[in-house]
């Protein structure tokens, strides 16, 4: 149980586009996703918190309308990286939690690389 | 503040025990966590502890937390070359209704044969 999936898993995408990563919960109804991104040999580092059908908590410094959240169900959330700059590549990582009291489980991660 | 630190390398021989060290500076956290990432691929939860407790054992994996100190330890036993992978430490943060993780930043664990 407690599978997170995402998808896609690598995405190259040209300067300027936007890209979408959908993030879901298998098994379990996600109440609150995360969204996290991770740098090379670095510690992941949390972007923003989102609760079902209300608006996502972004960590300071994280630009909200270039990160797009939505979590629009209790299974799916999705990041929308707008208008891509080459320092946007990075690997994004979701995780979902089925609520208070239980852990975060991970989703495998999508690579992002803008060219 | 809000930090967490481990350790960045440990080498150890296949069969040997290992033993990854974490240490916390906030004493609100309610849980703790340790995740496995192997390399490309995302993260695992391992295992996690309540803040009210002291051990863990979950088949070869031991977890111990000493809240006095903010140290929580993972024991590997008989560590197989499998096991080598990125070993992320977490405490939880409870805020109202936010929650957060705060990370340390990995400790990879090479098994040797």
């Known amino acids: 149980g407690a599978v997170v999936s995402q998808h896609p898993s690598r995405v190259i995408c040209k300067s300027g586009t936007s890209v979408k990563i959908e993030c879901r919960s298998l098994d379990f109804q996600a109440t609150t996703m995360f969204w996290y991104r991770q740098f090379p040999k670095k510690s992941l580092m949390l972007m923003a918190t989102s609760n079902e059908g209300s608006k996502a908590t972004y960590e300071q410094g994280v630009e909200k309308d270039k990160f797009l959240i939505n979590h629009a169900s209790l299974t799916l959330s999705t990041l929308t990286v707008t208008s891509a700059h080459p320092e946007d590549s990075s690997f994004y990582i979701c995780?979902?939690?089925?609520?208070?009291?239980?852990?975060?489980?991970f989703g495998p991660g999508t690579r992002l690389t803008v060219t | 503040g809000e930090d967490v630190e481990q350790s960045l390398f440990l080498s150890v021989r296949e069969g040997d025990s290992s033993v990854i060290n974490c240490t916390y500076t906030d004493s609100s956290s309610t849980y703790l966590y340790w995740y496995k990432q192997e390399p490309g691929a995302g993260l695992q939860l391992l295992t996690y502890i309540f803040s009210n407790m002291d051990m863990k054992q979950d088949q070869r994996l031991t977890v111990l937390l000493n809240k006095k100190d903010k140290h929580l330890s993972l024991r590997i036993a008989d560590t197989q070359t499998g096991d080598s992978a990125i070993y992320f430490c977490a405490e939880r943060l409870d805020a109202g209704n936010n929650r957060k993780l705060i990370w340390g930043l990995g400790t990879s664990l090479a098994v040797n044969p």
């Open positions: 995780s979902a939690s089925g609520g208070q009291g239980r852990p975060q489980y």
